[in-house]
């Protein structure tokens, strides 16, 4: 099986032995950042893509739903 390309170095958070990471927290959340869009990407060109849209767009509305439940008593600005 090939190995997943992310794009990240993992190198540079040192390994298995170190306990020490090499890298700024900028960096740290650029790298967290790029594995996220990974993970999009891979959603978006899974067979399943279809599927994981529905299954998201029911999450939205249900989230929408219950946002409006909790906040329902706050005064609009």
């Known amino acids: 099986m090939p190995a997943i390309q992310t794009g ?9 032995d170190s306990s020490v990471c090499k890298v700024s927290g900028e960096e740290r959340w650029q790298q967290i950042l790029g594995l996220m ?6 959603m978006e060109k899974s067979p399943e893509a279809e599927r994981i849209r529905a299954y998201k767009e029911v999450q939205e509305l249900e989230w929408q739903r219950i946002q409006k439940r ?8």
Do not use: C, K, T
Request: net charge neutral; aromatic share 22%; hydrophobic share 50%.
């Open 8 to 16: 990240i170095d993992f190198s540079r958070f040192g390994g298995a």
């Open 37 to 42: 869009q990974f993970a999009a990407n891979v």
């Open 70 to 77: 909790l906040f329902s008593h706050v005064p609009p600005f």
